[in-house]
């Protein structure tokens, strides 16, 4: 197999679970709109614990559950189509977090003429 590389960028949203635009969770609403704007795929990660702007600490413990755990979604492409896709995702983030990574991007080629 070949391995092949090229740069790109890692774009982290940071909100809360139960932060919500128009009835629907802010991270499923970032999803789409990825998968509408063509983007290279869209990850969601849910913390275990974490605080944000409110400096509340939200956690998965068994005795304090918690409704507004962290949630990270993660998109990865290149960093023309990441930055044009920022306006897209304003009206979303509100007191969450947006961070830009750059990254370099792994794509593995099956070797022409190899054998399995």
Do not use: N, Y
């Amino acid at each position: 197999m070949t391995t092949g590389t090229s740069a790109g960028m890692r774009l982290t949203v940071l909100v809360g679970e139960s932060d919500t635009w128009h009835h629907r969770p802010v991270c499923t609403e970032i999803v789409h709109r990825a998968h509408a704007a063509g983007l290279a795929g869209a990850s969601v990660f849910r913390g275990i614990e974490g605080f944000g702007a409110s400096s509340v600490i939200h956690t998965q413990r068994l005795l304090s559950l918690s409704e507004d755990l962290p949630v990270a979604v993660v998109i990865v492409d290149t960093e023309a189509k990441v930055r044009a896709f920022l306006p897209r995702i304003a009206e979303l983030t509100g007191e969450g977090t947006v961070t830009l990574d750059a990254c370099e991007i792994v794509r593995s080629e099956p070797d022409s003429g190899s054998r399995r």
